[in-house]
């Protein structure tokens, strides 16, 4: 049973700083790239950020160039995603995912594992 697990979520004012950490149990038997989404109320599940298997690919949505950084670990199975500049805008739910292929995708059907989400509120 593969299970992701978020943490670092919470409450922040406007220009502060978070870190959220994702750490995957159980037995994956693929190379897999892993990703962060987030959903607003009323809104659909969008892409983050990515990184592949062997951490030499990265993408980032524009919303969050510059701002946010995506990380992995040398065990591959926890993904870290440090926001900057937080903006009342960044507020949703923070999603990680452990991808069905080795590349970074920005698609969420890619995804074969979903964690079950950390809220993110920034305030004005």
């Known amino acids: 049973q593969v299970q992701l697990v978020e943490s670092g979520g919470g409450l922040v004012q406007a220009g502060g700083s978070l870190r959220l950490s994702c750490a995957a149990s159980?037995?994956?038997?693929?190379?897999?790239?892993m990703g962060w989404f987030r959903q607003a109320p009323g809104k659909e599940r969008k892409f983050v950020a990515g990184?592949?298997?062997?951490?030499?690919?990265?993408e980032y949505t524009d919303d969050v160039k510059g701002r946010f950084t995506i990380s992995r670990d040398g065990a591959r199975n926890t993904v870290r995603l440090q926001m900057n500049s937080l903006k009342p805008e960044d507020t949703a739910v923070y999603f990680c995912?452990?991808?069905?292929?080795?590349?970074?995708?920005?698609?969420?059907?890619?995804?074969?594992?979903w964690g079950q989400g950390t809220q993110v509120t920034v305030s004005s």
């Open positions: 995912a452990a991808g069905a292929t080795p590349d970074v995708s920005r698609l969420s059907y890619n995804y074969a594992y």
């Open positions: 159980g037995r994956i038997t693929w190379p897999y790239s």
């Open positions: 990184i592949s298997w062997n951490v030499n690919s990265i």
